[in-house]
């Protein structure tokens, strides 16, 4: 009978404490991630640029407005291997179809243990352009890279130009309609002042 107790507590005290770990990821709360933790990038990118090997990451995995994140920076010589020593600038801009966006500048980072850190904090919900620069060996390096900011909104550029030219066709389909039915009434009109013509000319 003790024992069937103990069990019946030990169950008890399972089904109590179960639910705690529920709202911890990675033995973190989950209210407390930033920036700054062990959350996987948005993004993970490796290019070449002229002779440097590029690698650049954002946090957090999904980026929002008025929410720190930031942008690591890691850039080594194709050769050599030596890691860039200088120092980076990184800029912003919005993502335009068209014209030249202007871009705004988010610091000048020195290197921190051979990685370029930087961080943003942007107001508004969006697509943007994150620009790298720097300069090595006399030769300017550039290197951009999309950002997303929140979530995507439903309808994008691709969707209203598409749009835009569905407008445009049925338009002119509807233009081209009212064009071949006012060519027929007039030659429906001609043909019956012809046929009119020829009967008060006949004997």
């Known amino acids: 009978m003790k024992s069937f107790r103990q069990f019946v507590v030990a169950c008890s005290l399972f089904v109590c404490m179960a639910p705690a770990f529920a709202h911890h990821v990675l033995g973190r709360p989950a209210y407390s991630l930033n920036e700054d933790s062990n959350t996987p990038p948005s993004m993970q990118v490796e290019t070449q640029i002229g002779n440097y090997f590029v690698t650049y990451m954002v946090f957090p995995a999904f ?5 720190p994140g930031r942008i690591n ?11 860039f020593s200088g120092e980076v600038t990184f800029t912003a801009r919005d993502d335009t179809w068209f ?17 370029f850190r930087q961080g943003f904090v942007f107001s508004n919900d969006g697509s943007y352009i ?5 300069q090595a060996d006399g030769e ?23 749009v835009a030219l569905l ?14 039915q006012r060519d027929r009434i007039r030659s ?16």
């Open 167 to 180: 407008v445009v066709l049925i338009a002119a389909n509807l233009f081209q309609r009212k064009r071949l």
């Open 130 to 134: 994150i620009r790298a620069e720097f």
């Open 99 to 115: 014209g030249e966006a202007e871009q705004e500048v988010l610091g000048v980072q020195p290197p921190d243990d051979n990685v």
């Open 63 to 67: 980026p929002r407005a008025g929410e």
């Open 140 to 162: 300017p390096y550039l290197v951009d890279f999309p950002l997303r900011i929140g979530q995507p909104s439903p309808v994008g550029p691709v969707t209203l130009a598409v």
């Open 73 to 83: 920076l890691y850039a080594s010589h194709m050769d050599s291997g030596e890691p």
């Open 188 to 203: 429906a009109h001609r043909d019956e002042r012809i046929a009119g013509s020829k009967e008060e000319g006949a004997p």
